[in-house]
């Protein structure tokens, strides 16, 4: 027996999970076990290839549950579950809409007046930092830009469970700490919910999360659970000036290596 | 809102040289040509004369011959390119909507697609007799499998990432659909129907150019038959004419729908 269930957060328990293309199968997640209670900002780090993408699809409700045992808040994972979000690796915005509409388009499945939804849009925008650009096409946007509408339309909706894939890693170290910094403040001030986030940098793992998972290649099995004990508010800037920091960082790099 | 790129990326600078170049192209083609035919070194019977063409272009035009018979082609254009496209992403709809319906038809559609149109001709004079009509078949037969196959790869393009948000925000299969699939296939649809207005004028052509009547194509067999190289090349001027016409039209209809998509080239 695992620790206890915890009732309001996300519980995992013996998945695994097995891609299946003709003849060939490719074990993706073996035997996982994960509590992470209700409000707690984790992280999922690993090699690629080592299941943290398809562990998130599962909790997305994307990929569907094979063997084992997935509750979310009590209930299995479901795509389209209202208290579920889901930020893509690439910012997944709809390019004939503008960041505005992009952001409304999400909005709209909680909120049904348009008045009410258009005065919380353009607060999520101006709080993002694209007060200016509400009616900018995607395509007039740095990818960094986009990226922060994708983190506004994500937000929007106020889920309980809020899962980040990768959010932040096609863009430059600066932008990356940037958009951290405001990742943290939506979390922290507009809604503190569960996060979990997949990501291959460990420095912004340790930035940003209560706690670490750390995953072996592929199957992918949790090899380490690392809690980080930074104190919050945090501001990720000013985090990466610290030495403790940067010593935190160097050890979960020594547990990614030999895990590998 | 400052825009990032000029139109297209080209600089106005960019553009005049990239039209001048084009101008000089034609110019020194078309120089060489009456060259050619003035000086007896290539048979003038055979291949024309540029100065005579373009002064036999302007007469037509003016006598009312080519508008006339324009006016005829275009009728029978207009109303393929229509039926065609109504029919071709109404099949697009349905095979979208039921895949298996897809996987049915595919081979099907391609082995059709593979027929070479003009062989049907004969066939369609049998049914539909010489008039109108007949002209529409050949027309729809090919604009439909153009617009057919290119707003199937357009929905088939559909970002993958685009249709998981739409299933974790729980967006219903039909506004899924509408407000997803249909934006993202859009501008592969305009390339089709670019394309498939070039071909349909190409279709109508051939059909007159076979069943006779009293559009362009018929004008062109007419003046083939009757030996007069200049004939035949001034109604192709007024061809070409007609089709970047229309080819620019639907480029401009084009551009205030699918505003945040640079145009696919056909």
């Given at each position: 027996m695992g620790p206890e269930p915890t009732p309001e957060g996300i519980h995992i328990r013996g998945l695994s999970h097995e891609y299946v293309r003709g003849d060939e199968s490719v074990e993706?997640?073996?035997?996982v076990a994960l509590e992470i209670p209700a409000g707690q900002f984790v992280s999922l780090v690993g090699a690629?290839?080592?299941?943290k993408t398809t562990l998130l699809d599962i909790l997305s409700g994307l990929l569907d549950v094979q063997t084992g045992a997935v509750r979310l808040a009590g209930r299995p994972p479901r795509a389209g579950r209202r208290d579920t979000a889901r930020m893509f690796a690439r910012d997944a915005?709809?390019?004939?809409?503008?960041a505005f509409a992009n952001v409304d388009f999400a909005l709209a499945t909680r909120v049904g007046d348009a008045a009410e939804r258009a005065s919380q849009v353009e607060r999520l925008l101006e709080s993002v930092g694209l007060g200016e650009f509400k009616q900018a096409l995607p395509s007039e946007l740095s990818q960094g830009m986009r990226q922060r509408v994708a983190l506004a339309r994500t937000f929007s909706?106020?889920?309980r469970f809020i899962m980040l894939d990768?959010?932040?890693?096609?863009?430059?170290a600066l932008t990356k700490i940037n958009l951290q910094d405001r990742l943290v403040e939506l979390w922290e001030q507009v809604s503190a919910s569960t996060v979990v986030l997949v990501t291959h940098d460990l420095a912004e793992a340790a930035a940003l999360s209560d706690r670490v998972i750390v995953m072996s290649p592929r199957?992918?099995?949790?090899v380490a659970d690392v809690a980080i004990g930074l104190p919050r508010p945090r501001n990720v800037r000013a985090l990466h000036a610290t030495d403790g920091f940067q010593k935190l960082v160097a050890g979960l790099w020594e547990t990614l290596d030999s895990a590998s | 809102m400052r825009r990032f790129i000029t139109l297209r990326g080209f600089t106005m600078k960019e553009r005049l040289t990239l039209a001048g170049g084009r101008l000089l192209l034609i110019g020194l083609w078309g120089a060489a040509w009456e060259v050619a035919a003035a000086s007896g070194a290539l048979p003038r019977g055979l291949i024309g004369q540029p100065s005579e063409f373009l002064l036999d272009f302007f007469k037509l035009v003016v006598d009312g011959t080519f508008p006339a018979a324009a006016l005829i082609t275009l009728e029978a254009v207009f109303i393929a390119f229509v039926l065609g496209a109504i029919l071709a992403l109404l099949t697009a709809l349905l095979m979208t909507a039921f895949p298996m319906a897809e996987r049915l038809a595919a081979p099907i559609i391609d082995a059709l697609n593979a027929l070479p149109r003009v062989a049907l001709i004969p066939l369609f004079i049998l049914w539909f007799?010489?008039?109108t009509e007949q002209k529409v078949a050949s027309g729809v037969s090919i604009m439909y499998f153009v617009l057919l196959s290119y707003t199937m790869a357009g929905a088939k393009s559909t970002d993958p990432d685009h249709l998981r948000l739409a299933r974790s925000l729980a967006i219903p299969g039909w506004r899924t659909f509408l407000e997803i699939i249909v934006p993202s296939a859009l501008p592969a649809i305009f390339a089709g129907l670019r394309l498939g207005m070039i071909y349909t004028v190409l279709g109508v052509i051939t059909a007159e150019l076979i069943a006779?009547?009293?559009?362009l194509g018929t004008l062109v067999s007419y003046y083939s038959n009757t030996f007069n190289p200049n004939g035949v090349f001034a109604t192709l001027i007024a061809l070409v004419l007609i089709t970047i016409a229309l080819t620019a039209t639907m480029s401009r209809i084009e551009r205030s729908i699918a505003k945040w998509h640079a145009p696919i080239a056909v």
């Amino acid at each position: 027996m695992g620790p206890e269930p915890t009732p309001e957060g996300i519980h995992i328990r013996g998945l695994s999970h097995e891609y299946v293309r003709g003849d060939e199968s490719v074990e993706a997640l073996r035997d996982v076990a994960l509590e992470i209670p209700a409000g707690q900002f984790v992280s999922l780090v690993g090699a690629s290839g080592c299941g943290k993408t398809t562990l998130l699809d599962i909790l997305s409700g994307l990929l569907d549950v094979q063997t084992g045992a997935v509750r979310l808040a009590g209930r299995p994972p479901r795509a389209g579950r209202r208290d579920t979000a889901r930020m893509f690796a690439r910012d997944a915005l709809l390019p004939w809409k503008s960041a505005f509409a992009n952001v409304d388009f999400a909005l709209a499945t909680r909120v049904g007046d348009a008045a009410e939804r258009a005065s919380q849009v353009e607060r999520l925008l101006e709080s993002v930092g694209l007060g200016e650009f509400k009616q900018a096409l995607p395509s007039e946007l740095s990818q960094g830009m986009r990226q922060r509408v994708a983190l506004a339309r994500t937000f929007s909706l106020r889920s309980r469970f809020i899962m980040l894939d990768e959010p932040f890693g096609a863009l430059d170290a600066l932008t990356k700490i940037n958009l951290q910094d405001r990742l943290v403040e939506l979390w922290e001030q507009v809604s503190a919910s569960t996060v979990v986030l997949v990501t291959h940098d460990l420095a912004e793992a340790a930035a940003l999360s209560d706690r670490v998972i750390v995953m072996s290649p592929r199957p992918g099995r949790i090899v380490a659970d690392v809690a980080i004990g930074l104190p919050r508010p945090r501001n990720v800037r000013a985090l990466h000036a610290t030495d403790g920091f940067q010593k935190l960082v160097a050890g979960l790099w020594e547990t990614l290596d030999s895990a590998s | 809102m400052r825009r990032f790129i000029t139109l297209r990326g080209f600089t106005m600078k960019e553009r005049l040289t990239l039209a001048g170049g084009r101008l000089l192209l034609i110019g020194l083609w078309g120089a060489a040509w009456e060259v050619a035919a003035a000086s007896g070194a290539l048979p003038r019977g055979l291949i024309g004369q540029p100065s005579e063409f373009l002064l036999d272009f302007f007469k037509l035009v003016v006598d009312g011959t080519f508008p006339a018979a324009a006016l005829i082609t275009l009728e029978a254009v207009f109303i393929a390119f229509v039926l065609g496209a109504i029919l071709a992403l109404l099949t697009a709809l349905l095979m979208t909507a039921f895949p298996m319906a897809e996987r049915l038809a595919a081979p099907i559609i391609d082995a059709l697609n593979a027929l070479p149109r003009v062989a049907l001709i004969p066939l369609f004079i049998l049914w539909f007799g010489i008039g109108t009509e007949q002209k529409v078949a050949s027309g729809v037969s090919i604009m439909y499998f153009v617009l057919l196959s290119y707003t199937m790869a357009g929905a088939k393009s559909t970002d993958p990432d685009h249709l998981r948000l739409a299933r974790s925000l729980a967006i219903p299969g039909w506004r899924t659909f509408l407000e997803i699939i249909v934006p993202s296939a859009l501008p592969a649809i305009f390339a089709g129907l670019r394309l498939g207005m070039i071909y349909t004028v190409l279709g109508v052509i051939t059909a007159e150019l076979i069943a006779g009547g009293k559009g362009l194509g018929t004008l062109v067999s007419y003046y083939s038959n009757t030996f007069n190289p200049n004939g035949v090349f001034a109604t192709l001027i007024a061809l070409v004419l007609i089709t970047i016409a229309l080819t620019a039209t639907m480029s401009r209809i084009e551009r205030s729908i699918a505003k945040w998509h640079a145009p696919i080239a056909v």
